[in-house]
């Protein structure tokens, strides 16, 4: 390597419920800089899971709900010999926990609801039951993974 590692940015846990995850996750969802419209949205989804979801603390559910859409293993291409094997690789934590987020938000904009507040609400919903696109993005992965098993031994 030529240059230094960069410096990790420190990130100041969210006012209203004080976790370093939620800031990471409202970063990941804020668009054109606009972070208090993202934490409007990340309050208003949390608001409309306390109201579903009946005695569970939302921050509790939020979080099962990113913990299985967190892929563990992901496939990388790898040109050998003129052929591109999937070669199946664990993935560091901190890239699991970006998958992760980046999936569940994605696939939130992609439902069908009136606010994005909803449709965050929604895929966190379907996340915590263990269904909805962004669980099922995390399934086919580890299918991948598990398909192109053969090829573990061309790891780099």
Do not use: C
Not at 11 to 23: F, M, S
């Amino acid at each position: 390597m030529r240059k230094a590692k960069p410096k990790k940015r420190i990130i100041l846990p969210d006012p209203r419920y004080n976790d370093i995850l939620i800031t990471k996750f409202v970063n990941n969802l804020m668009s054109r800089g606009k972070k208090s419209i993202a934490f409007k949205i990340f309050y208003k989804a949390m608001d409309i899971i306390s109201k579903k979801m009946e005695g569970e603390n939302p921050v509790e559910v939020w979080k099962k709900a990113l913990a299985n859409v967190t892929p563990s293993v992901e496939v990388r291409s790898r040109r050998i010999g003129g052929a591109t094997f999937q070669i199946p690789s664990e993935i560091r934590s901190s890239r699991k926990q970006s998958i992760g987020m980046k999936n569940l938000i994605s696939y939130s904009r992609k439902r069908h609801e009136k606010s994005m507040g909803q449709k965050l609400a929604g895929e966190i919903v379907a996340a915590f039951k263990e269904e909805g696109a962004a669980f099922k993005k995390k399934e086919d992965t580890h299918r991948m993974a598990e398909a192109n098993k053969a090829f573990s031994h061309f790891r780099f």
